[in-house]
């Protein structure tokens, strides 16, 4: 049977990268880190979602692989300056369905 988990055993183990009180935006990060190659798990988004009122003591974690902390974190920098946005004037962003 194939392993399909992202865990590479020599990439190291799990990290935390960053935490959010919003599972949303967790799994917004783990896109942006899939897309630039990066493994990434988002961890105790249910119960974040599922006590919201607890949702400070317990955030969604974002996490990564030892190995790809630095690469991770840079990309997150990225990530929060803005660089991934897409602007309102690109041409090639077309909000009209056909």
Known sequence: MP???PYD???GD????TT???????????GRLQAC???TLVADDQMAQTYSLLAQA???RVMVPQRRWAEAEAIRQAWLRGEFALRDDDPDVDARPG
């Not at 799990?14 to 990268?17: A, D, E, K, P």
């Open 14 to 17: 799990w990290q935390t990268l």
């Open 37 to 39: 190659g990066v493994p």
């Open 9 to 11: 055993p020599e990439q």
């Open 3 to 5: 392993d399909n988990s």
């Open 20 to 30: 959010f009180a919003v599972a949303t935006e967790a799994w917004l990060l783990q």
């Open 58 to 60: 317990i955030p969604a």
